[in-house]
């Protein structure tokens, strides 16, 4: 592991021909949860797992934790295989209805879960203050988390994700059922992860907030992927430009940008708008109404 840590060429997950399926009671079959999925997130990026309930996004998550063992296939984290104690060291996790005992206070919890991470001492209660202060919630440490909203609750869960300095996060819905302000806390804390060198995987139904924080998304459907890549390039809308006009001939875009010139808005560019992630991704799912590009936000006119 110690030649592979900090190879930035490494993979933080890589995942080749990933399966698991269920045994149905009774000899009814098995069921397919997940199918052949390969995927590849890179070290120091916010990756997006969308897809409607059942879609695979939760197995795939147990898989990378080694709570379930695949039927077939690999997932590797930061070289090591899934599950083993060299990937554990490396990841924290944040499940999306996190249990913690309801009498013990913020501070209580994160200081029980530091000890079974090896911490204790100095270094403990140092890490646990930091930890309040990063999600916000130092002012609440000491109160009972029977008092805490829901939006606290993810929040010191993800302290708790966080305890052992983990390079990978894998946090499954974690604006889910959270008020506006909380969710906007969360998506925060995701974007320090990043500039921290961090690695996130989340998973979420909320689209509109996976635009905000995702570098690049899967998209998952009945156990297979449908979609992967970068979302400037999933949203793009090719035959459009910024001034709402499709299918632009190179040499009249050139005129454009003279007469743009010679009114006095030299700094113009043309370029590519995006349709909303929320049209893209029901327009990829099977048998879903067709989306025009014109209902998107500042679409076509």
């Not at 996790?93 to 913690?100: A, D, K």
């Not at 995987?201 to 635009?211: D, G, N, P, R, T």
């Given at each position: 592991m110690g030649s592979e840590k900090n190879r930035p060429d490494v993979p933080a997950v890589e995942i080749r021909e990933l399966t698991k399926h269920y045994a149905l009671h009774w000899r009814r079959g098995r069921l397919l949860a997940l199918e052949?999925?390969?995927?590849?997130?890179?070290?120091?990026?916010?990756?997006?797992l969308l897809g409607p309930n059942g879609s695979g996004k939760s197995t795939t998550m147990k898989l990378l934790l080694g709570l379930v063992a695949p039927t077939r296939g690999t997932a590797r984290i930061f070289g090591e295989n899934a599950g083993s104690m060299a990937a554990r060291r490396r990841l924290?996790?944040?499940?999306?209805?996190?249990?913690?005992p309801a009498f013990l206070s913020g501070r209580e919890v994160?200081?029980?879960?530091?000890?079974?991470?090896?911490?204790?001492?100095?270094?403990?209660?140092?890490?646990?203050?930091?930890?309040?202060?990063?999600?916000?919630?130092?002012?609440?440490g000491d109160r009972r988390l029977r008092t805490y909203s829901k939006g606290m609750l993810q929040r010191i869960g993800l302290a708790q994700a966080l305890l052992h300095d983990p390079d990978l996060l894998l946090l499954d819905e974690p604006t889910a059922g959270v008020d506006p302000v909380g969710s906007r806390q969360i998506r925060d804390l995701m974007r320090m992860l990043k500039s921290q060198g961090k690695?996130?995987?989340?998973?979420?139904?909320?689209?509109?907030?996976?635009?905000?924080?995702?570098?690049r998304v899967a998209i998952l459907h009945q156990g297979r992927k449908l979609r992967e890549g970068r979302l400037e390039d999933l949203l793009e809308v090719p035959d459009e430009t910024v001034i709402r006009v499709r299918g632009l001939k190179p040499e009249t875009e050139a005129r454009l940008r003279e007469v743009l010139a010679e009114a006095g808005h030299a700094d113009a560019v043309p370029g590519r708008p995006r349709m909303r992630l929320e049209d893209y991704f029901i327009r990829e799912m099977p048998g879903a109404p067709a989306v025009s590009p014109a209902s998107a936000p500042g679409g076509a006119r």
């Open positions: 052949d999925l390969n995927l590849e997130v890179r070290q120091g990026e916010v990756f997006g924290g996790f944040l499940p999306e209805n996190p249990y913690f994160l200081r029980y879960y530091g000890k079974l991470t090896g911490l204790s001492g100095r270094s403990l209660e140092l890490r646990l203050e930091s930890l309040l202060e990063l999600v916000d919630l130092k002012g609440a690695t996130v995987i989340f998973s979420s139904h909320l689209l509109e907030q996976v635009e905000e924080v995702a570098d």
